[in-house]
């Protein structure tokens, strides 16, 4: 009998770090993303007060305009789902990301910086089989008219529907299958967004301190403020499904299952991920072969 070929755990193979912005801090921040043991999952580092937290559903602390996870002793990071998307894109189970302020720079707006970085840092095989999580019932959550389920599926599929009720982001809606090398090329270059009306209201309240029209997309009333314009036709509906992947991920593990929802955000995406989990029912660990396509993975080189 032939024995299946496991899909392994992945881990950097040296160190990378870079600085920049923070989107709603304002704050110049150093990152540095480090190899990580098998089984040790994401870990977030404040090294400016000298705390750290593993990666869960239950850490997210806020859900205001972006993802904040934090500690009982009340230490956050903001801002990680870009970061969290380009992770789940590459395929990284373990990893130590360390910063030194409360917030992960914001780059460019999309998630392709941080997937550089992670190939930069090249990408390892480790010694122990990559563990996903397969839905095995639907799985619903609700906020007024909004909505967010998963349901069974042999692949990470989001379906996502939008309208904003503004002339230049018309109402859509698109499924996309989550896999091969679709995410580098079809997802991680979609960049944030926003709406000028939003963006004093936002700085009134100390959000969007760094924001400007190099790290985001800006709506005006009757145009895209960019003079560069738009890096895909429906680059609002990629960075939401960006921001969707990203918010799942914090559950710690790859999810095969369909994603359907409509208006979603931080909020009610971190909401169904506890609802998935509240019910082992709900879910089962496996492992998967070598030779699989339900993930999207960059190229690795096997460890010594």
Same mark, same amino acid.
């Given at each position: 009998?032939?024995? %299946?070929?496991?899909?392994?755990?992945?881990?950097?193979?040296?160190?990378?770090?870079?600085?920049?912005?923070?989107?709603?801090?304002?704050?110049?921040?150093?990152?540095?993303?480090?190899?990580?043991?098998?089984?040790?999952? #994401?870990?977030?580092?404040?090294?400016?007060?000298?705390?750290?937290?593993?990666?869960? +559903?239950? $850490? &997210?602390?806020?859900?205001?305009? $972006?993802?904040? %996870?934090?500690?009982?002793?009340?230490?956050?990071?903001?801002?990680?789902?870009?970061? %969290?998307?380009?992770?789940?894109?590459?395929?990284?189970?373990?990893?130590? &990301?360390?910063?030194?302020?409360?917030? #992960? +720079?914001?780059?460019?707006?999309?998630?392709?910086?941080?997937?550089?970085?992670?190939?930069?840092?090249?990408?390892?095989?480790?010694?122990?089989?990559?563990?996903?999580?397969? &839905?095995?019932?639907? &799985?619903?959550?609700?906020?007024?008219?909004? =909505?967010?389920?998963?349901?069974?599926?042999?692949?990470?599929?989001?379906?996502?529907?939008?309208?904003?009720?503004?002339?230049?982001?018309?109402?859509?809606?698109?499924?996309?299958?989550?896999?091969?090398?679709?995410?580098?090329?079809?997802?991680?270059?979609? =960049?944030?967004? $926003?709406?000028?009306?939003?963006?004093?209201?936002?700085?009134?309240?100390?959000?969007?301190?760094?924001?400007?029209?190099?790290?985001?997309?800006?709506?005006?009333?009757?145009?895209?403020?960019?003079?560069?314009?738009?890096?895909?036709?429906?680059?609002? %509906?990629?960075?939401?499904?960006?921001? $969707?992947?990203?918010?799942?991920?914090? #559950?710690?593990? +790859?999810?095969?299952?369909?994603?359907?929802?409509?208006?979603?955000?931080?909020?009610?995406?971190?909401?169904?991920?506890?609802?998935?989990?509240?019910?082992?029912?709900?879910?089962?660990?496996?492992?998967?072969?070598?030779?699989?396509?339900?993930?999207?993975?960059?190229?690795?080189?096997?460890?010594?």
């Amino acid at each position: 009998m032939r024995l %299946m070929k496991k899909l392994m755990q992945r881990t950097l193979k040296k160190s990378v770090e870079a600085s920049g912005i923070g989107l709603h801090s304002g704050r110049t921040v150093y990152l540095r993303l480090d190899p990580a043991p098998v089984d040790t999952g #994401i870990v977030f580092r404040r090294t400016d007060v000298g705390a750290e937290f593993k990666v869960t +559903p239950d $850490c &997210v602390m806020d859900t205001m305009l $972006c993802t904040k %996870m934090g500690n009982a002793e009340g230490v956050t990071v903001s801002t990680v789902e870009h970061l %969290m998307s380009a992770l789940y894109g590459v395929g990284v189970d373990n990893v130590i &990301v360390s910063l030194d302020a409360e917030e #992960i +720079p914001i780059f460019d707006g999309s998630a392709a910086p941080f997937v550089y970085l992670l190939e930069d840092a090249g990408l390892v095989a480790q010694e122990k089989a990559k563990k996903v999580i397969k &839905v095995m019932r639907k &799985v619903e959550v609700k906020d007024g008219d909004k =909505r967010a389920s998963f349901s069974p599926s042999d692949h990470f599929s989001v379906s996502l529907e939008l309208d904003y009720n503004h002339p230049i982001v018309p109402a859509q809606s698109n499924k996309f299958l989550i896999n091969g090398d679709f995410y580098r090329s079809g997802i991680a270059r979609a =960049r944030t967004f $926003c709406f000028q009306g939003d963006v004093e209201k936002m700085q009134s309240v100390g959000l969007a301190l760094g924001g400007g029209l190099d790290n985001a997309i800006v709506v005006g009333d009757f145009s895209i403020l960019n003079s560069t314009g738009l890096r895909y036709n429906d680059e609002f %509906m990629r960075h939401k499904v960006l921001d $969707c992947i990203g918010d799942l991920y914090m #559950i710690g593990h +790859p999810i095969i299952g369909a994603f359907e929802a409509r208006m979603t955000g931080h909020g009610l995406n971190n909401k169904l991920l506890r609802a998935l989990m509240a019910d082992p029912m709900n879910y089962r660990f496996m492992e998967v072969p070598s030779d699989s396509d339900v993930l999207p993975l960059a190229p690795i080189e096997v460890a010594a």
